[in-house]
Each structure stands twice: as C-alpha cells, then as structure tokens.
C-alpha cells in the first residue's frame, strides 16, 4: 500500500518562529488533507490540499503532487501551535478509498 | 453539541469483556470510519462504511467488530478485550464525493488491563 513520510518527527520553536513539515507519500493520490491534534487529543482539519497552495492565517500549505510531496507552513508560532500535525493522503483509485495518515509531526512551541 | 459525539470518552475494562464504543454524528454524512490511535504509530484504520449497507474491513480489523445501525450511527464492538488494544480511538466522518473532508469525533480512551 502508499506509504506516508512525515518529517520531522519532533519539532521544538520558539514563540514567533517559523517552520515548515513536510509529507511525502509513495503513490499517486485523489486527496490529501492537513490534520492538527491539540495537547487534548482534538483532531481538527487542517487544510483539504490534494495540490496547489492554501492559505489560512498564519498556516499554510502547498503540494506538489506530481512530485509526491507536501509542505505545511506555520509562520509567527504560537503556544496553542504546539500538538501533532498529521498529513493523510487517498490512494488514487477508480473509487474512493480512505485515507491513510502518516505517523505524524509533534510540534512544541515555548514561550 | 460536537457533530460527531463518541461515547464512552473513557473507559477501563479487564481482559476478555465486551466492549461497545459507539460513535453518532449530525452531519449528515454517508461515510463512518473507525481509527485506532498508538503513540508514534499515527492514526489506523479499523473499519469503514460507505453507506448503511456498507461495511470494509481497514488495515488493523482483527479484534473488532463493526454495526452501521443508522446513517447517523457506527458502533464499535471488542469482542474479548485484550490489553494491546488499549489505545485511543476516533470516529469519523465524510461526504460521499471527491471532497472527502474528513470530521473527527473527541475520541474514546480505552484502557485493557
């Protein structure tokens, strides 16, 4: 099956940095979407970005899906930044399949 | 009220119990999904359904059980609990096009002693 590449795995910024994660998956893909899970275990979407560039405040993210990748941006951290970033991605298929998460992306932002 | 409500949100168990998580959602979405979440290993997934006459095994379905009893609900069953299935469990849900959106409930915390 695709195989879904998060780096890196741990993360630690400064309040007000910036940074960058990427994904990388193995396959072609009809779908992939951004996930944020707070320090409470709330998983939240992110951004639904199967290519192109996305923007939403101070995040945003960009994927090059013939080159197998994706990047997401976080400008100007925050404290409530801090959690795991999952990228999942949709094998592509003549019908829908579900996602398939990479392992993940844990950010510590301190103050 | 959250748009997909999971319950129990915690749960301690002994080995070899039953065990229902059940998962409800408001959104009006066609496809359910269940994930099993281990530290460092991501979120897998357990099962899936498409539609109330719809049920897939996912990646990790030994164990488990699955009832699509509505469109709105997609329950959960561990026949014989063991301890490795302690781990931290979501519900999910999506439109049934392209888009495929996907809607976390809060999560189940289940633990096998």
């Known amino acids: 099956g695709i195989q879904v590449e998060q780096s890196p795995p741990d993360l630690i910024l400064q309040e007000g940095a910036n940074s960058t994660l990427r994904c990388n998956f193995s396959d072609s893909v009809n779908n992939l979407q951004w996930f944020h899970q707070n320090p409470w275990g709330q998983l939240i979407n992110l951004f639904y970005?199967?290519?192109g560039t996305k923007q939403n405040g101070r995040l945003s993210a960009t994927t090059v899906a013939t080159e197998r990748y994706s990047l997401l941006y976080i400008s100007s951290s925050q404290t409530t930044d801090s959690g795991v970033y999952f990228c999942?991605?949709?094998?592509?298929?003549?019908?829908?399949?579900?996602?398939?998460f990479g392992k993940g992306t844990r950010l510590s932002v301190i103050a | 009220d959250a748009d997909v409500t999971q319950t129990p949100r915690n749960r301690i168990t002994k080995t070899g119990k039953r065990i229902m998580l059940e998962c409800s959602q408001t959104?009006?979405?066609?496809?359910m999904y269940w994930y099993r979440q281990d530290p460092g290993l991501g979120l897998r997934l357990i099962y899936y359904s498409f539609d109330v006459k719809d049920i897939n095994k996912g990646e990790i379905s030994d164990g488990y059980s699955v009832s699509r009893q509505a469109q709105a609900k997609f329950s959960l069953s561990l026949e014989s609990a063991i301890p490795n299935q302690t781990a931290l469990y979501f519900c999910?849900?999506?439109?049934?096009?392209?888009?495929?959106?996907?809607?976390f409930g809060e999560g189940s915390r289940l633990t096998v002693l």
């Open positions: 970005i199967p290519s």
């Open positions: 959104k009006g979405h066609d496809r």
């Open positions: 999942a991605v949709e094998p592509w298929s003549s019908g829908n399949t579900p996602l398939v």
């Open positions: 999910a849900t999506s439109v049934g096009d392209l888009t495929g959106e996907l809607f």
